[in-house]
């Protein structure tokens, strides 16, 4: 079992930034990388970013490349998502997420576990 906390979220004006944290415990190491997701009321939760645990490589939807920047710390066990130039429209629960990923790693049934998320609101 893998647990995962989230933590940073809060209520920002449009263009703030925020930094959200993912601190996951148990047995991390059959997972192979961490995403976040979110999800905005009334909406399918979205994939926003991920990353491997091991070699670093990073994904981004389209939606918030350039603005948001996933980076991990493996001593920590720990995800950060460094959200810039906030607007409204990004104001959703943001979840991380992590498993043993072998399908798609922006499909949300590739993953396993899951944070219980953190409320980001932007407001105009």
Do not use: M
């Not at 961490?34 to 009334?42: C, D, N, S, T, V």
């Not at 939606?63 to 959200?83: E, M, P, W």
């Amino acid at each position: 079992q893998v647990q995962l906390v989230e933590s940073g979220g809060g209520l920002v004006q449009a263009g703030d930034s925020l930094k959200l944290s993912c601190a996951a415990s148990g047995h991390t190491y059959i997972t192979n990388i961490l995403a976040w997701f979110r999800q905005a009321p009334g909406k399918e939760r979205e994939f926003a970013a991920a990353i491997g645990w091991t070699g670093g490589n990073t994904y981004y939807a389209d939606a918030v490349k350039g603005r948001f920047t996933i980076s991990r710390d493996n001593a920590k066990n720990t995800a950060y998502l460094q959200v810039t130039s906030l607007k409204p429209e990004d104001t959703a629960v943001y979840y991380c997420a992590t498993g043993a990923v072998t399908s798609t790693y922006y499909d949300v049934s590739a993953y396993q576990y899951w944070g219980q998320g953190t409320q980001v609101t932007v407001s105009s």
